[in-house]
């Protein structure tokens, strides 16, 4: 299994970006996949998580109303929009796959995609 994660980049604050998770290998039917982030000298925090037959979704409280996750179940994808971006939002986002519940424990993860976010 193959997590590839692309969208990331130089936006202003304020700004949006979207994120893209595509897997391959296999496909999903159930489990979950998220949203981590990982900024300099700091753990990897997980921001946002969906299930992937259900639905069911879960945001972090640094996140929430700004970021929404979605699925595409037909292309085994797994996005994130990301609105009114803020510097703190800097870091390298990570999207994870096959976990039991969604706050993990996740199996299989993506190389990451930087996201900075300028003042």
């Known amino acids: 299994v193959q997590l590839q994660a692309s969208g990331g980049g130089l936006v202003q604050a304020g700004g949006s970006l979207r994120l893209s998770c595509a897997a391959s290998?296999?496909?999903?039917?159930?489990?979950?996949m998220g949203w981590f982030r990982q900024a300099p000298g700091r753990e990897r925090d997980l921001i946002a998580a969906?299930?992937?037959?259900?639905?069911?979704?879960y945001y972090a409280e640094s996140v929430k109303g700004r970021f929404t996750i979605a699925r595409d179940i037909a292309k085994n994808t797994m996005y994130l929009q990301m609105n009114s971006l803020k510097p703190e939002d800097t870091a390298v986002y990570f999207c994870?796959?096959?976990?039991?519940?969604?706050?993990?424990?996740?199996?299989?993860w993506g190389q990451g995609t930087q996201v900075t976010v300028s003042s």
């Open positions: 969906i299930s992937w037959s259900r639905g069911t979704i």
């Open positions: 290998g296999r496909t999903f039917s159930s489990g979950g």
């Open positions: 994870a796959a096959e976990a039991p519940y969604l706050l993990g424990p996740y199996h299989y």
